[in-house]
């Protein structure tokens, strides 16, 4: 990363100037986030920025894998439970004006980190990936496509 950012949960920041290209994210971040961490259904971690603007957003939660549905090496060496436990990467945004100074793969690795801290355990992390092009980012972060499926992808923890 070439500027210094701040990951903390979404608390009081200002949402409202936030614009990462995809309006479903943006609104996401303005209208749901909040109201999902009061639930206790996601959380949201924010990047802030030198000036206290939120330059990207994640979120995550609790989840689990079929295990048929894994790569039969990696199958194998799990018990043989119906479903793995997992962290869900539910959403991932960069604000456009912060795109391409790997804050994104920034993100990705601070929910990596969290999800292995974790006391409760998750075998991987997975993430429903919105088009082609966010896909081939979450490979090039380490990430493997779930069989037929082209837009699950997993990271072992
Ligand atoms: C996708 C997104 C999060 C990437 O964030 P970013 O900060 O621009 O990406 P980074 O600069 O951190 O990129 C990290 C690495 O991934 C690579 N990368 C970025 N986008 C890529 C893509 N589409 N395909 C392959 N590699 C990609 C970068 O080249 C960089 O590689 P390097 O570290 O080896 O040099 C951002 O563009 C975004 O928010 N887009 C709109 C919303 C979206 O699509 N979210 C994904 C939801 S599923």
Redesign the pocket.
Known sequence: MSQPYRIEPLDGHDRSAFV???DA?DRYLQQQAKQDMRRRVATCFVAVDIEGGIA?YYTIAASSLVLDALPPEQAKRLPRYPTVPAVLLG?????QS??????????VADALIRATRAEVMAYAMV?????A??A??????GFTRLGDDQRRLIRAL
């Open positions: 990462s290209g995809s994210l990207g959403r991932l945004a960069v604000a912060h795109q391409g100074k790997r804050l994104g793969g920034a993100l993430v429903d990936a919105k088009d092009v966010a081939r980012f979450y490979e090039h972060l």
